[in-house]
Structures are given as C-alpha cells and as structure tokens.
C-alpha cells in the first residue's frame, strides 16, 4: 500500500460545477499537505499548501485536512476548461522532507 | 519572473549511448532536485542537491550521475541508456531543502530508441 492514495480518475465534469479531488495517507506524522497541478507534458506546479486541519482558501479552490481521518480535499468551486489537469497531493515526508508523491487525479472539465 | 531552465527539451538517444541533462534553478534557490516521470505516472525523485552537496538520494540507478556545480546549475548523467529510461525529466528547486514548495521545469523528454 502506497504512503499516499489517490483515484487516478479520470473525473469528468461540465463546467461550472464543484469538484472534490480526495485524498488519503496512511502516515500520521505528515505535518502539511501540498497539492500540485500538473498540465499535460508539463511540470508540476504548486496549488497550494496546508498545515493543519481545516480549511485554507485561495480564490476558487479550498483545501480541507482532516488528520483524524487522514483524509485531503480540494475543492474547486466554479470549474474551468482549464482546470483540466492532473492533481497530485504531496506530503512532504517527516524525515527528510521529500514529497511523497499520490499518483494524481486526472481532471477534466467539459465546457 | 525568473523560472527553473532545462535543457534540452527532448533528446532522442540510441540504446547504450549517454546523455547530459542540464537545470538552472531560480536565482537564490539552493536545493535543486531530479525526478523522473513515466507516461501516467507520479513524479519519482532520483537524487537532490543542497548548497552543491548531495543532499539525498532517492531510485536514480547506478548508471546516473549528478552534480550541483558552483553557480548552483545542476547536470544529470546518464550512461548506457535503456529503452525503459525513457521519460520526462524534471528539475525543481526551492528556497530551502526543508519545505515541500518546489518550483519545476518544463522539462526534458528523452527518447530512447
């Protein structure tokens, strides 16, 4: 069983709607949670971040932690066509800080 | 505003041969790190540089090699190359080696044929 799990998808949406890309880990020493974007043939960019549990707002996308459950989301309220892309969570590891990679989401929203 | 610089953008290679990848990390970022991407799959890191001293080692096979030289560019070796090691290469630095905010390249495809 991988650190960090998520559904490969790929999730399929109109545009407009809320999104909910999840999340789990099986490590209870993670301290934050990063979630990345990652486009087609490009490399992956940072989304956002969060420490604890809660929610962190940016814009159209929030972040939920609840390290009870050890269970990440992101919602994305208000989808794009060019929110299509891949969405990877990525704790970094309580050792050494590497990130421990889910194996992403694939998001598409239809227009 | 200045991002991280790879190159070359693709590479097509014969089995058996070498190749040299090369990054060029955000000014005043000092942790640099390699990762090797397969199609549909996460990004696995291979090795991470931390003030030109290795600061990690994650999958990067024997036949790799890098370094972080004295103006913090990195370069990433790889000899006798095989079919399986082509992927996406990615380069990605950041500000510190303790925090999981890495800035990425756009990326080298190599092509092994």
């Known amino acids: 069983q991988k650190e960090v799990e998520q559904d490969p998808g790929p999730l399929s949406v109109p545009e407009g709607a809320i999104v909910s890309l999840n999340c789990t880990y099986s490590n209870s020493a993670f301290q934050y949670f990063m979630w990345y974007r990652q486009y087609s043939r490009k490399g992956p960019e940072l989304l956002m971040y969060t420490y604890s549990s809660g929610n962190k707002e940016d814009g159209r996308f929030t972040a939920q932690v609840d390290k009870s459950s050890k269970y990440i989301s992101l919602f994305i309220r208000d989808s794009q066509p060019s929110d299509s892309a891949t969405y990877l969570c990525?704790?970094?590891?309580?050792?050494?800080?590497?990130?421990?990679w889910g194996a992403g989401t694939k998001l598409i929203i239809k227009p | 505003a200045a991002g991280v610089i790879q190159s070359p953008r693709h590479l097509i290679k014969e089995k058996r041969e070498t190749a040299t990848l090369k990054c060029y990390p955000i000014p005043r970022h000092d942790t640099v790190y390699w990762y090797q991407q397969g199609p549909g799959q996460d990004p696995q890191f291979l090795i991470s540089?931390?003030?030109?001293?290795?600061?990690d080692k994650g999958s990067i096979p024997d036949r790799f090699s890098a370094q972080q030289f004295s103006d913090y560019h990195s370069e990433l070796n790889m000899s006798s190359l095989e079919l399986g090691d082509s992927a996406l290469y990615f380069c990605a630095s950041s500000l510190s080696p303790n925090t999981g905010e890495l800035f990425f390249g756009e990326g080298s495809r190599l092509t092994v044929l």
């Open positions: 540089f931390y003030e030109k001293m290795q600061s």
């Open positions: 990525a704790p970094p590891s309580d050792s050494n800080y590497q990130l421990i």
